[in-house]
Each structure stands twice: as structure tokens, then as C-alpha cells.
């Protein structure tokens, strides 16, 4: 039997960073994709991921950005993990030697090959906000 992990995405402020650590989640996703409303800084990912437990994930959501761009957030934001969207070939992020979500959207699914070395994260279909 499989275990659930649980994620909580999208979080721009300390108290609520403070609440959530709290509860105790496996992951929490600091958006990095400045089209969102939730978009955060790799810096303020970084301040915000301070809060949290040691144990818990810090995954950078990021839209289409290149291997230099996720490196950087990885390193200025403190990520452990990446959760990928937009991104057809993820074989050159796993030089960034952490884990990576890749994401695909409802309506590609079912045909998805999840790309080795990732994990697939399934989302709403949405190409303007790109999930969510």
C-alpha cells in the first residue's frame, strides 16, 4: 500500500507558512512563476522556507524556466525539490540532483510518459495559469 504525501501551494506570507508548519505537511510549494498571484521571489522562498521544519520539502514551482534559471532559484531559494511545469524534457534539470515533479495537465494525462528520473504530478488544465 502506498502512502499520500501531502503538498500545500502557493504561500506568500509568514503566518501562514507558521500555520501550515504546524500541521505538519510533507511539502510546501513556494510559486516562483512571476504570471502567478502567488508568485514569491527565490529570496522570499528562501525567508519563508526558514520556517519551516527541517523535514518538510521545499519545492520551487516554476513555468518553463531553463536549467540556468531553476538552478538559481534552487541555490537563492533553499528549494529541495522542483515541480515543473511546461517542461517536455526534463532530462537536463536531473543534473540539479534533486527531486523534480513533472507536471501534466488532465487533459494530457493519460498519454503522459512520466520522463525518468521525475515524478508525475498531474494538474488542472489551465494554459494561461498553468494549473492550479
Known amino acids: 500500500m502506498s502512502s499520500v504525501r501531502l503538498k500545500i501551494c502557493g504561500l506568500t506570507r509568514e503566518t501562514d507558512v507558521d500555520a501550515v508548519a504546524a500541521l505538519d505537511v510533507d511539502a510546501v510549494g513556494f510559486v516562483l512563476w512571476p504570471g502567478s498571484p502567488r508568485a514569491v521571489t527565490p529570496a522570499t522562498a528562501a525567508a519563508l522556507g526558514r520556517i519551516l521544519p527541517p523535514w518538510t520539502a521545499r519545492v520551487g514551482v516554476m513555468v518553463t524556466p531553463s536549467v540556468v534559471e531553476a538552478a538559481l532559484a534552487v541555490r537563492e531559494g533553499g528549494l529541495s525539490a522542483l515541480q515543473l511545469h511546461g517542461v517536455d524534457d526534463v532530462a ?41
Open 92 to 132: 537536463p534539470f536531473l543534473a540539479l540532483h534533486i527531486p523534480l515533479a513533472w507536471v501534466a495537465s488532465l487533459d494530457r494525462a493519460e498519454a503522459a510518459t512520466t520522463p525518468a528520473g521525475a515524478t508525475l504530478m498531474v494538474d488542472a488544465v489551465d494554459p494561461a495559469r498553468h494549473g492550479g
